[in-house]
Structure formats: structure tokens, C-alpha cells
């Protein structure tokens, strides 16, 4: 940001950031397993959640169909890796290209809607999405099971094989995604997104091109919950139509409502409680979704800018 | 033909409950533009009310038509209080914030309703046991139409015509509509626009809880998580009537229905969801405001 | 200061119309706006002022006539390609951006200015951060300019009603525009405020912009302006300097007519 004063509590979140990241290099080192896959998922849900962020708290558009860029990316590595024998690291970069690509394709003719329209067609979307895997459309989707038998990613020859191996690459993905957004945020991308998002007439008589910027911001979330879609794919060694269901996409929007619209400490604290949590608290049974419910209401009613929001008030 | 005659038959009732859903949704919208997401559980809790109290087993064995209207009076009435409750709780202290808060104050709604739904009665599918509705079925040409499909086609209709009539000659309707169009000025008019926007609350998804029950009675099953599909097909068709018109959410029920019905014959049924949101987001780029919906100009 | 000859007007408007609904907002509207004055629009309330902004800004499309810019046509286009062409506006509502400070504010106005990529944007090249870095300067620029640069990193929503029409203004002002159009941009302003707005908007055009402004303020219409259209009820009534105008019998009777019909009763 472009403000020369920043008060003391500022100042010391700015360190908080990065030393979070280095804390958590040590995970593999003091915790157990099990501790470690779920960090790894919370690096990469951590990702995707920023990506919706991108998208919904940033540009302002009602994603709620967001899982799809997720799942493309996961497939596409999938069926690159097992049926045409690609190594991972080489399926990434396409799995970021496509998932952005169908971004682009998807959103193109959609956000001229106004936001409630949006909405609802990108649900129709992720619906329609999922029924085409689950259909093994084209043959290659692998129908309601998925694809199994994913490879792991090789290095100069090393495999990444073992959990604290995937936890560091999934680590340093999430590196990359948040220094992605601290550039987003010191640039006129990013700039533009939150003129769009506060007024969008406003922009255009500035000479923002809107349908552009707003196709730009669904490129860019969707080419990095691509990213994050390769990495969950290598972490279960499958992928299947029910991780990218609807309800999915309804998760990583609350998470940005109820974390903090572009807040990334926000949004990563909202990550943690939707989907950390209840992993946590698998004792709990049936009664996590509905306490889980009750606590997305209150949250909101409490606290409806979010529970860690952006720059200013805390 | 009278497969034809039979698809526009089986459509015409799935078109009536789907109308019934879809007027909750729209009535909502019109006045809070908020997309009620927990209203198709509510509706759905509906039918695991009714089926509650149609194997009760009061009224001993041959409780029939009695038993039956006293199951949709309790399940209407009830939801009908849930939807006031769930408005008090979970939307009006948000009135004042960001629109999206309201968003996933509903999902969490949503949530909490279809996991409470399964606390209370069991995660498995529930059966509608045979014996709740006569066995009766009518010869229409050379189709067939069933007592339950009657039921379902009278019920609907009767109750859209009386909330039609609600809405357009009485007082409180005008209110309600003119809370929809504007509601500082209605408030200015002197309409108590809080009264407005409970009773919208408890008419719609008292609907909607009727048409809930049909569901339930036309499948003869429920199960706890069967709000989104419903609740999400209803709210399809009130966003291609138009969302926020209630003639619009009738009409957006009929199509629907008679578009689902039809293409259930000529699709298979793995794509058959696909083809209804398919037709969603056509509608969407073609005329978002929906068949009835009205275009409304922002002052700048 | 007259258009120097054989230059054609820099704005022209051409017979355009526009209804809504069944109302005739605006009817078979003309007026030209020579390169370097400053040209007011006026008329009572609800005469269709801010609706003829709206169409020259590619916000409403009219329904017929043709909008001309420096000679080129610009009717119905959108309001972006519009601001690329030079025509800067600001808004009666006063549309600064909420929860963003003042420097941020009026960096907008810079964005047809700025050449990096997206890419560049998400990378963080050395490039793009030079290029940060001199926006601010040039932004901190015209906040000195329009004496901002003390609240350059207050919320632009949370000064006073003045200030904050100075910040929109200075965000129109940092995107060189060549035509500068102001809705009402004295309204809420006290005598002090209007007169350094007079100076202020002098020097503007002084700068070599051309202004188009609507105002219901007539210490700010009647001084500083070089010649005035009057429209009631989307029609153009009368046209000419500011003296003209004020002895206008159409015109007192637009803006005075419904109070000796009042009185009469």
C-alpha cells in the first residue's frame, strides 16, 4: 500500500506474515503424520481460498462456482500424469494454463450479469462441471471414482515422496501465491480490482475497461486454484468428481465472507476454521455441520466484515 | 401422443410443487433481494414433519383425508414459524451490513437446517409408507394421471391462486408489493415494512412447505440433504420467470416442470441436471431478468 | 478567449434525444463547446442536465443524434474508449472511492497513464515498481497543486464535503484530460468555497482544458463561464453569454415561472 504511516500493530503483522511461513518449515520436523497431511491440505485449500479471494473480495464478483478452476487443474495433471505418463512437475504449468483458460471461457460471457445473475450461473457451472466428470465425459474423467494412481513429483531425479517431502513443496507453492498477492496489492491490477469492486462506473470514466479486468481477475484466480488443484491431486494420488462438488465452492466463498474480504491474514485464518477444524474435530461426528452452521450465522451477525478484516480496523 | 399427453401430465405436477418452492424464493428476493439459500431445506423439513405426523398413527387406522390435511397444516404452520424465527436470527441484524454477510448467514441457515434435519430424524432415506394416499388412478386419453398427482396439481394451483389474489387485492398485499418496488418509500407511505418483510416469511416458505410435502408424498421418500436439489431446481425456475415477480415464479414452476419432463425423455438421465442449469444460464445471458421480470433503471 | 479559427468546436452535441420509460428526458438537444472555454449548462431541477453528461460519458446511449469529439463521433460509445479520448467528469453524488485514502483516490485517475502488464503487476518487476513510484510523484504533484498534500493519506470519505470535491476534481486533473465535464461541482460549497472553485477552474482552463460545467450556483455560472445553454425540460431555451442569459425572458420564466403562477393563486 502506498501509506507512509503505519501504526505499531502494522508494523508488527508485517513480521507476523513471514514468521507464520517460517514456523511452519519446522512442521515436518516436530509433528506426527497425520498433523502434516492436514497442514498440507491447509496450504493447499490455504491457496484456492486465496484465489477465490482474488476473485470475490478483491474484484467483487459473486464466485461461487470457484471449485471448478480447482478441479481442472487436479484433472488435468491427473490425466496427464497417468494416461500419458507426463512427469507432475511438467503437468503444472498446463494444469495452470487450462484452469485459467477455462476461466477465461466461463466468465467471458457472464460477468456483464449483475452480482445475484453471476452467482447463479456459476453455480450452474460447478454443477454442470461435476456431472461431466462424474459422466467420464471424453473418456478420460474417470467417471464417480476419478482417476487413482497418481504419480509423485520427481526433482533432478529425487522423488518427492514422503509427507514431509509434498508438505515442503505445498509450503513454498503457498509462499509463492502470497507473495503473488502482496504484488497483486502494490500494482494497478490490483488497484483497478478494488476500484471495480467500490464503484464500478466510477472506474470506467477513469478508462478502466471493465469486462476486461473483471475476465483478468478470473484468469488469475483460476490459473492459481489450478496450481493448488495440481498439488491436492500429487497429495491424494487421486482425484475424483466429489472433491469439487457445489458445496465446495460454497466453503471458499464463506471462507472469504467469514475470514475478511481481501484480508490475506483473513482469509487464511477462515481457511484454518472451515476446513482444519473440522478435521480436528472429526470426534465430534455428526454434530460438526450443524455446529458449524450455527457458527457461520453467528459469525456474521457478530462480526459481519469478518472475523480478521482488512488493513485498518482489526 | 400419449406419451407426450403423459410427460405434460407428469410435468404439470412436478411444475406445481416446484412453484410452490419457487414463490418463497421470490417472494424473499422481491422484498430483501436476498437469495434465501436455507429456504429449500425449510421445504424439505416440511416433509419429514408431514411424514412425522402421517405415521403417527392418530386417528387410528382410518384417519385418512383428516390426518392428511392435518399434516400439511402442522408442516406448513411450523416452517411458516421456522422461516419468521430463521428471519429474526439469521438476517435482520444483518440488514444494515454488506449483502454477501446475509449470503452466508442463509448458507449457514442451510446448514444448520439440513444437519439438524438429519440429528432429528436419521441420515438414511425415509419412506413414505404406501397406504397415506388412495391408490386411485384416472384414464386421460391414453395416459393416466394419479391421485396424487391430482392432489398435487389442485393443491397448487388453489394456493396460488388465493396467494395471487393476496397479493393483488388486499391491502397488506399492495404493501408487500410496494415494500418489493421500494422499500424506503413504502416505509415513507406509512407501511410497517418490518411487518412486511416477516410475513413474507412466513407465507413463503409456508408455501413452499407444501410444496415440500408433495415432494415428498410424489417420490414417497426423503432425505436430509434433498434441500439443495429441490430448493436449487425451484429457484431456477423463479429466476426464469423472473425473480422477484410472483406470477413469474408460477410460471417459472410450470416451464420448469414440463422442461424437465420432457427432456427426462430425450436425455439421458446422468446429463438430465446438466440440461436444466444449462437452460439456466441461457436464460441467464439471454434475459436474466427472467420471462415476467421487469427491467429496473438505476438513477445515476 | 475565443476558439482560435479554423479549429472546429472540441464538443459537439447534435440533436440528441433520449427517453425513458415514456418520458422525453432529453429533446433534440445541440450545443458546441469551443476548444479552450468554459461552457456552462444550466436549468431548472430535473431538466435533464446530469442525463445529457450522461450521454456525452457513454453512461446512456441516445436514442438519435450523434455526439461529436474534436470532430470524431463518440456517440453510444462506451464510457471507457470516452475517457481515452480525453474527457475527464466528476459526479453530482461525488463518487470517490469509499475506504481508499486521498492519494489512492487520485491515483486512479492515472490509470490511462499506466503501462505495465499484468503480468508485471503479479511479478513485481523492477520495472513496475519504478513505474509505482513515479505515479506517486506525479500524484503528489496535483495534491499540492489543489492544496491536498496534508490529507494525502486520510480517507478521502471522511473529509469535509469541499475537500472531497477538491480530491475528485484532482482525480480527473491527473489524467491530462483535454475536455473536463463538472456536475455541479460548487453544490454544498459556502461563498469562500465557490470563489477559490471560480479561481480554481479558471486556472484549469488557463491549463489548456476545456470545461463543460452544470451548476445551479449562479456566482460560480455567471463568473466564470464564457457562455451558457439553458435547457428546461430536456429542451434547449436559450443560449448565449452570461449577460444575455440572465436578461432572457425564457429563461426567468423557466427558473421564476412557478412562483408567479404561486403567487397568482
Redesign the interface.
Known sequence: M????RPAWARVARVLGPAFWLLGLLVPLLLSGSWISILAIFAIYAMVALSQDIVLGRAGMYDMGHAVYFGVGAYATAILNTQLGWPIFATWPIAILVAALVGVVLSAPIVKLRGDYLLVATIGFNIIFVLALGNNVGNVTGGPDGIFGIGVPHLFGWALSSQGALFYLDWLALAAVL??M???E???????F??LK??E??????????RYYKI?AFA?GAGVAGAAGTLFAVQLASVSPGSFVFTESVTLFAIVLVGGQASIPGVLLGTALMFVVPQVFRGLAQYRYFAFGIAMIVVMVLRPQGIWPR?RAR | MDVVLQQFINGVTVGGFYALIALGYTMVYGVLKLINFAHGDLCILAAFIGLTVLTSGLGGANAGALLLAAAFIVAAVAVGIAGAVLEFTAYRPLRKAHRLSAVVSALGASMLIENGIMLIWSPEVKVFPANLLPDLTWKVGSASISFVQVMIIVGSLILMAALYFYVHHTRFGTAIRAAAIDQDAARLMGINVNRVIVSVFVVGPALGAVGGLFVGLYYREAYFNMGWIYGLNAFIAAIIGGIGNIPGAMLGGLLLGLFNAFAAGYVSSSWQEAITFGLLIAILLVRPTGILGERV?EK? | MTAPAGEGPLLELDRISIS??GLRAVDDLSFRVAQGEIKGLIGPNGAGK?TVF?MI???YRPDVGAVRFAGEPITGQ???L???RGI??T?QTI???????V??NV???Q??R?R?S?W?????TPG??RE?AEL?ERTLDTLKRLELSEVA?EVATSLPYGMQRRVELA?TLV?SPRLLILDEPAAGLNDRESAALNDTITSIRDGGVTILLVEHDMNVVMNVTDSIVVINFGKKIAEGGPAEIQRDPAVIEAYLGQDDEENAA
Open positions: 502506498i501509506a507512509p504511516r507473495l503473488l502482496r504484488n497483486l502494490r500494482s494497478r491490477v490490483g488497484r483497478v478494488r476500484y467500490e464503484d462506473l466510477a472506474a470506467t470514466t477513469l478508462g478502466v475497461d471493465a483478468l488469475i488493513g | 433503471a445515476i | 425513458f420509460g446530469t450522461n460519458t457513454g453512461v462506451a464510457p471507457h470516452i475517457a481515452r475527464m467528469r459526479f463518487r470517490l472511492f469509499t475506504g481508499m485514502t492519494l489512492e491515483l486512479a485517475g490509470h490511462l499506466t505495465q499484468w508485471q503487476s503479479l511479478l513485481g513496475q515498481r509505482e506517486v493519506h482525480r489524467a
